[in-house]
């Protein structure tokens, strides 16, 4: 049974102090720049809004015409730069904006579930699980 | 035998190498390399051109390349089968990126076997990004081969090289798997080769079309895209190229080089997200492409039926969309160029065909768009959608033009309903109405170069002049039901009840085909422009409009088959006023060069014009040339006059103030005609005056001064017209 391993948010707990945009951003682009997290945690009516991807709904990687998102066989969602186009159809279609675009940059980005951030996140508003799926 | 399933080893122990040229690789610098490539497949001459300043400035990449090119290469005397005629590919500043859909647009002139004036098609597929980012911004390929020969350019490692190859085969869909299996270095690069070819069909008829090649990763086959028009196709058999061949494996996202990445990132991803959000309540492209206009044309009365006797038939669900959305296979990105999210090019897989000489294998079709639907079905009498699929199949493997093909088929079926044809003129073929098998062998006939295939395949000004001579036939009635002008085949709109539509088909430079203006919409169903002024100005906004897109490499379908949410609020909906500034803000993010909306109808307006020249240069383009047939004005049979009665009956009451009551049926077509005819010479009046040109359609010294093309031999070629 093939599994999904994702980065799993609860809301309720995120207090928006950004140290996991911090911690991803620093992490892959070396710069402390919420711009360039694939965590994006943004203030709402309930306090914190926190979107990446799920991993599950898969739209970027059928759109990609170029097949540089895959799956992993952890059921992650993966970016090859090298077969990447720059093309960001998959930005496009992506319903809840977790597959991001830098301005000028050559490629997209997004979340690979590394938990770099989960372990920065001082209230444990985010963590990796690992899900079996049918 | 290779894991291809072709004997690659076997292939190229054939190959006799004729000339190489080696080439340094720069890159490419906002959009232009500023050079271009010629080669000669009769004497082997391979070179390199540098691209001047003043070509740069005046005839801005794509079409406009092209046909400077192509004017340089030849006289006023040449025909298309002459050894100086050319092929020439180019391709525009934008062309190649991946930003913004509908990008990656070839454009291919040459001197038409039907028409002998220069004929221009917008193709997609990946030869021509991939031409451009090995190097060159055209490709000019003039002489004839005594033996078949494959024109290869490694842009990887700056190679051109000429051999002979006598083992490959003809037929597209298989000539491109064996280029894939025979240049790709390994699975991995077979998205990297693309080539150009046409077909056993191109060798036997004047409509041949070329087939530029886009590998699908997922398919995991060469897919297809279709240079139509005017017999490109037929000229490059007669030149003895199997294919043109193109490797280039270092796209990303800077191969294009833009001035401003970020900038094209914008535009592009607004596009993107614009079509994702609406194209499914729009025109669903990415669903069924432009196959979904069938039912649309159908309820309009537009779509061709009976050789565009009729606007409609009770028959047309048979093509509804939905027949051929379950054939074609969904949820795959169907773009012909990376990063067009409008993903029109849809295929259907494992189609077993039925017929011919792959009959029983599993292919994958490539179609049918909506001019195949209605020109290979409606147009014919054809409704079943899997003889469209399977003529569809055919014509693109043959390299011939469905557009043409069904046309002239629909032509050949009229003239056989009266009589001018039967059995022993068609070698047995029994061409009634949607008679399928029939008009499958007569397109295989055309394949094996057989009997009555080769008349059909002279196209309609070939039939008619062909069906007078030998067979008696009424050379008026010919000219009245032959729909052709200029020696092209209509495109499969019934223009009937919209005389800028008339207008935009015959005035078309090429011959008639919508891509210079599409008006029927706004003329026939909005009444948008009732005077003879506002037709003119619509043609001419709209062909120098859509002229750019040629100019650039792009697609027009990104134009206005998708739109924004409030286009319909703005002041002019019909020029899709947004989707223009993201025009010129691409064009500005990729040449670095700032360009207004009077600048963008400049650019057109000079290649357009000279393209105008040339076709007179040729010996076509003046006003009698831009005469349509009157099918395409009007009914010309009593029969056609009855079955849409209480229209015509109306008219000429409200217009035309003739009574028709009491009148005979064929005195009522005399008195409509007489009417629409004298209409249409008021428009071309109105459209050559807002042209700048003189009321025998020839462009005035002021327009060509005006536009900065007052070369000497293009005011040599004027000047006579204008005493």
Redesign the interface.
């Known amino acids: 049974m093939p599994s999904v391993k994702r980065l799993a948010s609860d809301s309720s707990k995120c207090i928006g102090c950004g140290a996991c945009m911090t911690a991803c951003s620093t992490l892959f682009f070396k710069v402390d720049d919420p711009a360039r997290s694939c965590i994006s945690v943004t203030p709402s009516d309930s306090g914190s809004k926190i979107t990446v991807c799920d991993q599950t709904c898969r739209l970027c990687v ?6 540089a998102l895959t799956v992993s066989s952890q059921g992650v969602v993966m970016l090859d730069r090298k077969l ?6 998959c ?3 992506c319903p809840i904006g977790a597959i991001r ?1 830098y ?2 940059s ?2 997209p980005f997004k979340c690979i579930a590394c938990g770099a951030c989960a372990r920065k996140c001082p209230t444990g508003a985010i963590g990796i699980v690992v899900e079996e799926r049918s | 035998m290779t894991e291809s399933g072709f004997d690659i080893a076997g292939l190229e122990a054939g190959h006799r190498p004729v000339s190489e040229f080696r080439y340094e690789k720069r890159p490419v610098v906002r959009g232009y390399n500023d050079r271009t490539l010629y080669v000669n497949v009769g004497n082997g001459r391979i070179a390199e051109k540098p691209v001047s300043a003043d070509m740069r400035a005046k005839f801005t990449g794509g079409k406009g390349y092209g046909l400077r090119l192509l004017w340089d290469a030849v006289n006023p005397s040449t025909k298309w089968d002459d050894p100086e005629n050319e092929i020439n590919i180019a391709m525009g500043p934008v062309c190649g990126n991946t930003n913004y859909p509908g990008s990656g647009k070839s454009l291919v002139v040459s001197i038409s076997p039907t028409t002998g004036i220069p004929i221009d098609c917008n193709v997609g597929g990946y030869f021509g990004p991939f031409l451009k980012f090995a190097g060159f911004d055209a490709l000019e390929v003039q002489g004839k081969a005594d033996r078949d020969v494959i024109v290869f350019i490694d842009g990887d490692d700056g190679v051109v090289s000429i051999f002979e190859a006598p083992g490959e085969a003809v037929d597209s869909h298989v000539l491109a798997e064996q280029m894939v299996a025979m240049f790709s270095r390994d699975e991995k690069d077979r998205q990297h080769i693309s080539s150009v070819s046409a077909g056993t069909g191109a060798e036997h008829a004047l409509i041949g079309c070329l087939n530029f090649s886009f590998y699908d990763k997922r398919r995991k086959v060469a897919r297809l895209k279709q240079a139509g028009r005017g017999g490109i196709g037929t000229v490059f058999r007669d030149k003895k190229i199997k294919a043109l061949v193109v490797r280039y494996s270092g796209l990303d996202v800077s191969s294009n080089n833009p001035a401003d990445l970020a900038g094209l990132q914008e535009t592009g991803l607004k596009l993107h997200r614009e079509i994702v959000t609406l194209d499914d309540q729009q025109c669903r492209m990415r669903e069924i492409g432009t196959a979904h206009l069938t039912e649309i044309m159908d309820e309009y009365d537009l779509l061709p039926t009976r050789n565009y006797k009729f606007g409609s038939s009770p028959d047309s669900p048979g093509l509804d969309s939905h027949a051929f959305s379950a054939m074609v296979t969904h949820g795959l990105p169907d773009g012909c160029w990376y990063g067009c999210t409008m993903a029109c090019a849809k295929a259907a897989d494992g189609f077993e065909l039925a017929t011919g000489p792959y009959r029983g294998h599993k292919v994958t079709v490539d179609g049918p768009e909506y001019e195949t639907v209605a020109g290979c079905g409606s147009n014919i009498g054809v409704y079943d959608p899997r003889v469209v699929m399977e003529l569809n199949f055919y014509c693109d493997t043959y390299g011939l033009d469905t557009i043409s093909f069904g046309t002239s088929t629909a032509f050949v079926m009229e003239c056989w309903e009266k009589g001018v044809l039967d059995s022993t003129r068609t070698g047995g073929l029994e061409m009634t109405w949607g008679n399928g098998p029939a008009v499958l062998e007569l397109l295989h006939r055309i394949g094996r170069g057989e009997g009555f295939g080769l008349v059909a395949g002279l196209g309609v000004r070939g039939m008619k002049k062909y069906f007078a001579e030998h067979y008696g036939a009424d050379p008026k009635l010919l000219q009245d039901i032959g729909c052709e002008c200029k020696g092209l085949e209509y495109s499969q709109y019934v223009s009937k009840e919209s005389l800028a539509q008339q207008g935009g088909y015959s005035m078309a430079l090429k011959g008639p085909q919508h891509d210079e203006a599409w008006l029927i919409f706004m003329d026939m169903v909005n009444n948008r422009i009732p005077t003879f002024e506002d037709k003119a100005e619509a043609l001419y906004y709209f062909p120098m409009f859509r002229t750019w897109f040629g100019l650039q490499g792009l697609c027009k379908l990104p134009w206005n088959d998708i739109e924004p949410a409030d286009n319909a609020s703005t002041d002019e909906p019909a020029k899709v006023p947004e989707h223009v500034e993201n025009y010129l803000a691409i064009y500005k993010a990729i040449t670095g060069n700032d360009l207004d909306r009077d600048g963008l109808i400049r650019q057109s307006a000079r290649v357009y014009n000279f393209q105008k020249v040339f076709c007179i240069r040729m010996g076509k383009g003046r006003r009698i040339d831009d005469w349509p047939p009157y099918r395409m004005m009007g009914p010309v049979t009593v029969e056609e006059y009855e079955s849409r009665a209480d229209r015509y009956d109306k008219q000429l009451k409200e217009q035309v103030g003739i009574d028709p009551s009491g009148m005979g049926t064929p005195g009522k077509v005399a008195a409509l005609r007489a009417y629409r005819e004298d209409r249409y010479e008021k428009l071309l009046d109105a459209v050559y005056k807002r042209k700048g040109w003189t009321r025998e359609g020839v462009p005035t010294v002021e327009t060509l001064h005006d536009l900065g093309i007052d070369y000497p031999e293009v005011l040599e070629v004027v000047k006579p017209l204008l005493e």
């Open positions: 059928a759109e990609c015409p170029v097949q990447c186009v720059g093309c960001l159809a930005v496009a279609v675009h301005p000028g050559a490629n």
